[in-house]
């Protein structure tokens, strides 16, 4: 860990990827920010381990992993399917009675409570799979040419995105962290209603911001959005409360 680090930011990955996609994070952000990927099984190190299909059970046991890591202020932040689980993890900890991140920051991703505009596609045959989600999800197209390859990665992709299409939101209370929800203007999937409706899980602020690009609009706007992160996280950090909830002492 960072010595100098006095915040952390817990990243979650968009379905059919993993940690690796948040290399480069730590280098673009201050160095009081201590960036921590989450791992999920069914992919990279974890590639021989079953990948979640339900948000419930996957929520449930990361918020366990992240149990002694929250010794410091920490927020969230994720990209599609990770945005989801991310909203989910905040909330397993809150009813466990632990410290909410201080900040969420969603992207790419309708609010959980507005149900998708599409039919399930995670129960398609094979290759139907895999042409339904090419427009949305970018599957790596080369890897799935190669069989091998293919008998690997086709599993998780089928197991994350069972875990969205399956998702059934259960009303809680608004998170008391503000909210700071991205989006690509040509996301077909995350319409501006959609994303604007984030706003209604959240007594703290609500913000908003819409990038050129549909679903994967995160790779050109990534040095944007890593500094307005960075800039987020600095400028919260300077109001936190020294308070159990706050610092993370109520998980030690």
Same mark, same amino acid.
């Given at each position: 860990m960072n010595a100098q680090a006095r915040l952390r930011l817990f990243c979650f990955p968009h379905a059919g990827s993993g940690a690796s996609v948040y290399h480069g994070w730590t280098a673009a952000l201050s160095d009081l920010v201590d960036v921590r990927a989450v791992h999920l099984p069914g992919r990279e190190s974890r590639l021989r381990e079953p990948?979640?299909?339900?948000?419930? !059970?996957? +929520?449930a046991t990361i918020s366990k992993a992240l149990e002694e890591r929250l010794d410091l202020p920490f927020a969230f932040f994720g990209h599609s399917m990770g945005a989801l689980l991310s909203f989910e993890v %905040?909330?397993?900890?809150?009813?466990?009675g632990l410290p909410e991140p201080f900040y969420l920051f969603v992207s790419g991703h309708r609010a959980p409570q507005i149900p998708s &505009?599409? &039919?399930a596609v995670f129960h398609l045959p094979d290759d139907e799979f895999l042409e339904a989600l090419r $427009?949305?999800? $970018?599957?790596?197209?080369?890897?799935?040419?190669?069989?091998? *390859?293919? %008998? =690997? #990665? #086709?599993?998780? #992709?089928?197991a994350d995105i069972t875990l969205c299409e399956s998702y059934d939101h259960s009303p809680e209370a608004p998170l008391g962290c503000p909210i700071?929800?991205?989006g690509g203007r040509d996301d077909q999937e995350t319409p501006l209603?959609? #994303?604007e409706s984030w706003g209604a899980q959240t007594d703290g602020r609500f913000e908003m911001m819409r990038f050129a690009g549909g679903h994967f609009y995160l790779d +050109? %706007? =990534?040095?944007?959005i890593q500094h307005? @992160?960075?800039?987020?996280?600095? %400028? +919260? =950090? $300077?109001? *936190? @409360? !020294?308070?159990? +909830?706050?610092a993370g002492e109520a998980a030690e």
């Amino acid at each position: 860990m960072n010595a100098q680090a006095r915040l952390r930011l817990f990243c979650f990955p968009h379905a059919g990827s993993g940690a690796s996609v948040y290399h480069g994070w730590t280098a673009a952000l201050s160095d009081l920010v201590d960036v921590r990927a989450v791992h999920l099984p069914g992919r990279e190190s974890r590639l021989r381990e079953p990948a979640f299909t339900e948000a419930e !059970e996957s +929520a449930a046991t990361i918020s366990k992993a992240l149990e002694e890591r929250l010794d410091l202020p920490f927020a969230f932040f994720g990209h599609s399917m990770g945005a989801l689980l991310s909203f989910e993890v %905040a909330r397993a900890l809150r009813r466990k009675g632990l410290p909410e991140p201080f900040y969420l920051f969603v992207s790419g991703h309708r609010a959980p409570q507005i149900p998708s &505009p599409r &039919p399930a596609v995670f129960h398609l045959p094979d290759d139907e799979f895999l042409e339904a989600l090419r $427009d949305l999800y $970018d599957p790596p197209e080369e890897a799935m040419k190669i069989p091998e *390859l293919r %008998a =690997l #990665l #086709l599993p998780t #992709l089928r197991a994350d995105i069972t875990l969205c299409e399956s998702y059934d939101h259960s009303p809680e209370a608004p998170l008391g962290c503000p909210i700071f929800a991205f989006g690509g203007r040509d996301d077909q999937e995350t319409p501006l209603e959609a #994303l604007e409706s984030w706003g209604a899980q959240t007594d703290g602020r609500f913000e908003m911001m819409r990038f050129a690009g549909g679903h994967f609009y995160l790779d +050109a %706007a =990534l040095p944007e959005i890593q500094h307005l @992160v960075n800039s987020k996280l600095l %400028a +919260a =950090l $300077d109001s *936190l @409360v !020294e308070s159990p +909830a706050a610092a993370g002492e109520a998980a030690e």
